[in-house]
């Protein structure tokens, strides 16, 4: 039945490789069926199942409607989407943050030999290949590759014995761009060696059928895509897309951080009024001095400096005699270049003494005893205390930055990359967010069909 509504809805256009004017986008049809068995005794698997999803793929976005729901692939923002089409609201988690996930997981399968299984559970298939494959990440110093073996009408993939992959070599043209998008959406939800996929987006054409093969050695999901509609979608851009939904991630009911993570990144008038907040000088610092309150003016140029990443210009050496005179102001220098071990217990109490009697620069505090406690080792009392700063002070940038870190270290990817994207909005010229650049530099080129 499948095939009479293929031939039905199949737009005969020969190419959609010249798309011009109005029409920039494409919508395709496909019906997926995926079926498990399992390869060892005691695996359950689940039951076959057949789903048709329309696919909406623009030059930087890959859209999958689900009813109720529908996904967003952001490959311009390097992010995926989940709309909410009743309540209008949308929850947004970074690419990195699933590279990460799924990258950890690969780690962990090559660190075992034969996946853990009994090797008869691959045949004659290189386990290294099989997990490039599931996990569609290749690892850049890997020499083992799957082979591929045109039919005729059809072209295979395997590794030895195993199967991987199979389309048809009939199909219809797409432009490169469209073409890897629909690629980039089967490697996200299916997997696929990464050599496979390349060679897949390669060939110009959008097979009228594919299947991916993965085989975990403990069970083997068979998942089959068929091209059932076609036709051309007009131009249209994320931001409209967009318009009218909130941003709501999961867990904003009841973290007032995801909360507050929320009204920074969905472009708010409180994250205008954040990044503003980021064009600060030394003036209250000098004030401070002037006033004769050296602990408050050391202090406000460390706000400056946590906002901006940059260093005040101003000639603190000509306080010098105020802040010696003050045996509190001198103290508080000195914690400043702690380096770790009981030098940093010390500073931890003095910034502790401090915020008490100092609560309107608490905020600053507790970020420069976060950085001792990580210092140390205590992640999960440094976590606490830059939580409590952002909530009190949201627009001290470096905050953002050194949670993610935290969040990150400790498995929890997307509120690290939440936390990230913050901090790029209240502070984007900040050198830390040079390094997070850099990062994300790295592993697009080293990993690049992931993102």
Request: proline share 4%.
């Amino acid at each position: 039945m499948h095939r009479l509504l293929r031939s039905f809805l199949l737009i005969s256009v020969g190419s959609l490789a010249a798309f011009s004017g109005l029409f920039g986008g494409v919508e395709i049809i496909v019906q997926v069926n995926t079926e498990s068995k399992a390869n060892t005794g005691g695996v359950e698997v689940d039951p076959p199942s057949t789903e048709l999803y329309t696919l909406r793929i623009q030059d930087t976005w890959v859209e999958v409607d689900g009813g109720e729901l529908a996904m967003i692939m952001d490959r311009g923002g390097d992010r995926m989407v989940t709309l909410d089409k009743v309540n209008r609201e949308y929850d947004s988690t970074s690419l990195f943050a699933l590279f990460e996930f799924r990258a950890g997981a690969y780690e962990k399968v090559l660190a075992i030999d034969s996946f853990g299984y009994r090797p008869g559970s691959y045949g004659t298939a290189e386990p290294e290949v099989l997990a490039d494959h599931i996990f569609s990440i290749t690892n850049p110093d890997s020499v083992q590759k799957p082979e591929s073996l045109d039919t005729g009408n059809e072209r295979q993939w395997m590794s030895g014995d195993q199967q991987l992959a199979q389309w048809s070599l009939a199909g219809a043209e797409l432009s490169e761009t469209h073409l890897d998008n629909f690629v980039f959406w089967l490697r996200q939800t299916g997997g696929g060696h990464p050599v496979i996929l390349g060679d897949l987006i390669e060939g110009g054409v959008l097979p009228d059928d594919c299947e991916i093969v993965l085989n975990s050695g403990r069970f083997t999901r068979r998942i089959g895509v068929e091209v059932v509609g076609l036709r051309e979608r007009p131009d249209i851009t994320l931001e409209s897309r967009l318009e009218g939904y909130s941003l709501r991630s999961m867990g904003s009911d009841t973290d007032t951080l995801v909360a507050l993570l929320d009204w920074v990144r969905g472009g708010t008038e409180f994250a205008e009024s954040l990044i503003s907040s980021g064009q600060v000088n030394a003036a209250a610092s000098g004030e401070a001095f002037e006033n004769g309150d050296p602990i408050r003016g050391i202090l406000q140029l460390i706000r400056t400096q946590m906002i901006t990443g940059l260093s005040p210009e101003m000639e603190l050496e000509s306080y010098g005699p105020q802040i010696r005179a003050s045996r509190t102001a001198a103290n508080l220098l000195t914690s400043l270049n702690a380096r770790g071990g009981e030098q940093s217990e010390r500073a931890i109490q003095t910034f502790d003494v401090l915020s008490d009697a100092f609560e309107d620069q608490a905020p600053v505090l507790n970020i420069l005893s976060a950085e001792n406690l990580a210092r140390t080792g205590r992640l999960d009392l440094a976590e606490g205390l830059y939580r409590k700063a952002i909530l009190s002070d949201p627009g001290l940038a470096v905050a953002y930055k050194e949670i993610g870190d935290i969040y990150r270290s400790t498995g929890r990817f997307p509120m690290g990359w939440m936390c990230y994207d913050a901090f790029e909005i209240v502070a984007p010229n900040h050198p830390g967010m040079k390094m997070v650049r850099e990062m994300k530099q790295v592993l697009v080129e080293d990993f690049p069909g992931f993102f």
